[in-house]
């Protein structure tokens, strides 16, 4: 039988059926088409929900702001800003797209190691809650926009020198990180904020990277921070908790990462700052399973399944090397062969998994990829023409197009005519 341990919660095998959310994966690849991603409203809910009690019984001066990054999606932002979350945005189209979401400005804080003049502006004229400042230049750019007297709450962040244990491009608080200033500069970024008299340094921001699994490396996240000397009010101590996405995966709970953080920060800051976390793989990665169909199966010196999607909705593996656990809808008792699931594009490396159990796949059956809620949809891509994939939200037996599928016809809308065409 399915092991339905990395589906998301509410995910039930009916006969020879996926049920998500109470829909059918047959029926909404009938109606929608693959691929498409489809997401667990119920539980992406409960599971805004958790992370919030997780930090505020724990801590009541906490907050847990979505990082929009991880799904960038109106329809998604929605879900969680109606749940009471606030947003982390990297500059103005993500800031766009949590304002058309409903987000409540003051509840959104911008970062990004390369803010333009534009992004800083739309941030200034939204009003949003911080600007997080990346290094010296941010700086200067905030004063010469906003003007003096302007008082800008932003956080000042640090790269606390942890190698955080993940893959290589997923580490972003190493000493050579491209973001945030370095420990050793932090003293002289805040002097030169205070100096300039536009920016109001209300505190401190920092992220170690994505798929963490150690939970001491977010307790010497926060050490790192305490260890600068002046204890400030606000500490945005970023995002990074790890997700299962293989059966042999082992991750912490979001209770007890919140225990972890909020033990450090008593430890090391003492009560009474306000913490932020910035959750995005961890809310949502687990929430969401990508439909495939198959298109053609071959048997040479290795098996490969080709589906109907692959580089162009999900990148995970070419970039990070991540794994998945595919299955085969329908066939849950059936012998399975080992097999690469790649996909229609062209490159060898268009691979969604190698090497998995996948019980006799054959032409026309349904694959299921199950922890693609995060960063799937995001670096979704139009490799080889290939249509970007819609979003259904499937709760209490009916699915919910939350982003259509897109068309030939966009693909074309971006392209100026050509003399005598
Ligand atoms: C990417 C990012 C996050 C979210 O990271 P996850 O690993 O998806 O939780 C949070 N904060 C910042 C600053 C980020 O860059």
Redesign the pocket.
């Known amino acids: 039988m399915l092991d339905l341990s990395l589906f998301p919660p509410s995910a039930r095998v009916d006969g020879e059926d996926l049920l998500i959310g109470g829909c059918s994966l047959r029926a909404i690849a009938e109606r929608f088409g693959t691929p498409a991603f489809v997401v667990d409203e119920g539980s992406l809910r409960e599971r805004a929900r958790e992370y919030r009690t997780a930090m505020t019984s724990r801590y009541p001066r906490a907050a847990v702001c979505f990082?929009v990054?991880?799904f960038p999606s109106v329809s998604m932002i929605r879900v969680l800003v109606s749940e009471g979350l606030g947003c982390?945005v990297?500059g103005a189209g993500e800031l766009r797209m949590a304002l058309a979401a409903g987000a409540d400005p003051a509840t959104v804080v911008m970062?990004g190691n390369a803010k333009s003049n534009a992004d800083i502006a739309a941030a200034l004229d939204a009003g949003i809650g911080y600007i997080?400042v990346d290094g010296f230049d941010d700086i200067d750019r905030i004063e010469r926009l906003a003007g003096p007297g302007a008082a800008v709450p932003v956080l000042l962040r640090v790269s606390p020198g942890i190698d955080a244990h993940t893959h290589q491009a997923?580490a972003?608080g190493g000493s050579a990180s491209k973001?945030g200033v370095s420990v050793d500069q932090a003293p002289a970024a805040i002097s030169r904020i205070r100096a300039g008299g536009v920016a109001d340094l209300r505190g401190l921001?920092a992220?170690i990277?994505?798929?963490?699994t150690s939970l001491a490396q977010f307790e010497a996240e926060v050490a790192a921070l305490a260890a600068l000397g002046e204890r400030f009010d606000v500490y945005n101590l970023?995002?990074?908790?790890g997700v299962r996405y293989e059966k042999a995966d082992t991750t912490p709970t979001i209770a007890e990462y919140a225990q972890a953080l909020v033990d450090a920060v008593r430890r090391h800051l003492g009560g009474g700052v306000e913490v932020i976390v910035?959750?995005?793989?961890?809310?949502v990665a687990p929430m969401a399973v990508t439909v495939y169909r198959v298109v053609t199966v071959k048997r040479n010196a290795r098996t490969h399944v080709a589906v109907d999607g692959g580089m162009g909705d999900n990148l995970e593996h070419s970039l990070y090397g991540q794994c998945f656990s595919p299955a085969v809808i329908g066939r849950w008792d059936g012998p399975a062969q080992l097999a690469d699931l790649v996909g229609r594009h062209c490159e060898s490396g268009d691979v969604i998994t190698p090497d998995v159990p996948l019980a006799d796949p054959r032409i026309g059956d349904l694959i299921a990829v199950p922890v693609t809620g995060?960063?799937c949809f995001t670096m979704g891509n139009n490799y080889n023409a290939a249509l970007r994939p819609p979003v259904i939200y499937c709760a209490d037996g009916a699915a919910r197009l939350g982003v259509r599928r897109e068309t030939l016809d966009d693909l074309l809308a971006r392209e100026m005519p050509v003399n005598g065409a």
């Open positions: 990082a990054k991880s982390d990297v970062h997080v997923m972003t973001f921001h992220h990277g994505s798929q963490i970023g995002g990074g908790l910035e959750p995005g793989r961890s809310l995060a960063y």
